[in-house]
Nanobody, 126 residues
C-alpha cells in the first residue's frame, strides 16, 4: 500500500503557472508508474500525465501537451506536475496516482493505477 499526499494547488491567472507535488510513502516508490489525473466539476476523472517507473518515458493528454510537464525524484519519493500557460478550463481537482503493479506499462487511464491521493484544487481565473 502507498500513501500519496498532493500539495501545491491554489489559484492562478490565465497564462500563469503552478507546480503540484505528490509525496509518496509506504511501498517502494521507484518501481511504480506515477500519474496525474484531474476531475472537473460535474465530469469524470480524466488522465493528465504519467511517468514510467524509471522516469524515462512520459505520456500526456492532448489538452495539456506542451504546457504541462511531469517529473519524478525517486530519491525523495516525489512526483511533480509543472503546469504552465494555464487556462480557465484547467480548473479542477488534481489527483496523484500510483501504478497498480511494479514495472507496469504506461497506461493513460484510471485502470492502470491502484492508489490515489486526496486531490488538490487548482483554480484558474480568466
Amino acid at each position: 500500500q502507498v500513501l500519496l499526499v498532493e500539495s501545491g494547488g491554489g489559484q492562478a491567472q490565465a497564462g500563469g503557472s503552478l507546480r503540484l507535488s505528490c509525496a509518496a510513502s509506504g511501498r517502494t516508490f521507484r518501481s511504480y508508474t506515477m500519474g496525474w489525473f484531474r476531475q472537473i466539476s460535474g465530469k469524470e476523472r480524466e488522465f493528465v500525465a504519467a511517468s514510467s517507473w524509471s522516469g524515462g518515458s512520459t505520456l500526456y493528454a492532448d489538452y495539456v501537451k506542451g504546457r504541462f510537464n511531469i517529473s519524478r525524484d525517486n530519491a525523495s519519493r516525489t512526483v511533480y506536475l509543472q503546469m504552465n500557460s494555464l487556462k480557465p478550463e484547467d480548473t479542477a481537482v488534481y489527483y496523484c496516482a500510483a501504478g497498480s503493479r511494479p514495472y507496469g506499462e504506461l497506461v493513460p487511464a484510471r485502470a492502470g493505477f491502484g492508489s490515489w491521493g486526496q486531490g488538490t484544487q487548482v483554480t484558474v481565473s480568466a
